[in-house]
């Protein structure tokens, strides 16, 4: 019998479709054996008595949900999601260098450094990679700051504004589709496959209309009605991140696939599972496996007070984005991330 903590913050009981799935993970994990509590940021200091930590609150290497994973790595506790993840899914040119190094098809890809962009660059890119272009902030999430644009005024209106927020930003091809794959991954093996309705005032599965939000229909389809194809790419997308738990977002047109976005802490609430009962049975026995403790125990870093957790995510971010530098500013802008056939 191991004892799991549940991560959860004020935001994620608001929510009562949350609320409802944290009950239910928790009544998984007292019906394999396991006694379960639920900790918040400030019962960070339980981290190190417990056997594996879930985090199923927004995560972010600025805020408490990092801190809370370093500490469980520090400590040897497998923890879900783990720091290396949620350091590279924060951040969208992290990730997908780590798609790119990988030979993962998604769309075609640039990195624009802050202050390159001009009238004849803009033109270029909807010359290379079509139009409309989708514009990304690097730090976005739940499809804040992400935006389709028709024409160079429009590019460079957004690009500012991005720009206000980050030294770099995502250009990528538009790929037209009504909905999402949404693959789910766990230790490389399948959790879940749905679909994710794209709404009709939208083209992503979550925005803003008209002062209000407006959310994707979420379809669970049964694995054996899901084309193998899209399987072997969330899997191929995941491994490209770690051996934790996401949420593969892949687009299909023309019959090619297409990864848009591997998610750390993916949703476990919008009906995921109706096809999947064994879900969360799945990440609680991969969380208390020996391999996962192994792992853990691989990882801990001994000493480092959680403290001095921010400072060091700061170091590997600068780390991050000097890799992007070493390119070269000319190899930034044309770096082509081509699409493959799924």
């Not at 790929?175 to 490389?188: A, K, L, M, Q, T």
Request: glycine fraction near 6%; include cysteine.
């Amino acid at each position: 019998m191991s004892k799991l903590g549940i991560f959860v913050n004020r935001k994620t009981l608001s929510s009562s479709s949350q609320l409802m799935a944290l009950v239910k993970c928790r009544d998984v994990a007292e019906s394999m054996g396991h006694t379960v509590e639920f900790i918040f940021p400030v019962d960070m200091k339980k981290i190190p008595r417990l056997d594996a930590l879930f985090i199923r609150a927004d995560t972010d290497p600025m805020n408490t949900t990092y801190v809370a994973a370093r500490m469980a790595e520090m400590y040897g506790v497998p923890v879900i999601d783990d720091p290396t993840s949620i350091r590279i899914c924060a951040d969208k040119i992290n990730m997908y260098m780590h798609l790119q190094k990988e030979g993962v098809s998604m769309p075609k890809t640039r990195f624009l450094k802050k202050r390159e962009l001009d009238d004849q660059q803009a033109r270029q890119l909807f010359d290379e990679l079509g139009s409309p272009l989708v514009l990304k902030e690097p730090s976005t999430s739940f499809s804040v700051r992400v935006e389709k644009v028709s024409d160079v005024e429009e590019l460079l209106k957004v690009a500012k504004r991005f720009f206000k927020l980050s030294d770099w930003i995502v250009v990528q091809e538009y790929i037209e589709s009504r909905f999402d794959w949404r693959v789910g991954v766990i230790n490389g093996q399948l959790l879940y496959a749905c679909r994710y309705i794209i709404p009709s005032e939208t083209f992503k599965i979550q925005a803003s209309v008209n002062g209000h939000i407006v959310y994707c229909d979420v379809e669970s389809v049964p694995a054996d009605q899901v084309p193998p194809e899209v399987i072997d790419l969330g899997k191929q997308a995941a491994g490209a991140i770690g051996k934790g738990l996401y949420g593969v977002d892949i687009k299909e047109s023309n019959g090619k696939l297409f990864v848009i976005e591997v998610n750390d802490n993916p949703s476990l609430e919008g009906g995921e599972d109706e096809h999947y009962p064994e879900m969360f049975g799945q990440i609680i026995s991969h969380l208390v496996s020996a391999q996962a403790l192994d792992d853990a125990r691989d990882l801990s870093m001994g000493t480092i007070s959680s403290a001095g957790l921010m400072g060091r995510y700061q170091q590997e971010a600068e780390f991050t984005y000097a890799q992007v530098g070493q390119w070269g500013e000319s190899d930034i802008y044309s770096s082509d991330i081509d699409s493959k056939e799924g």
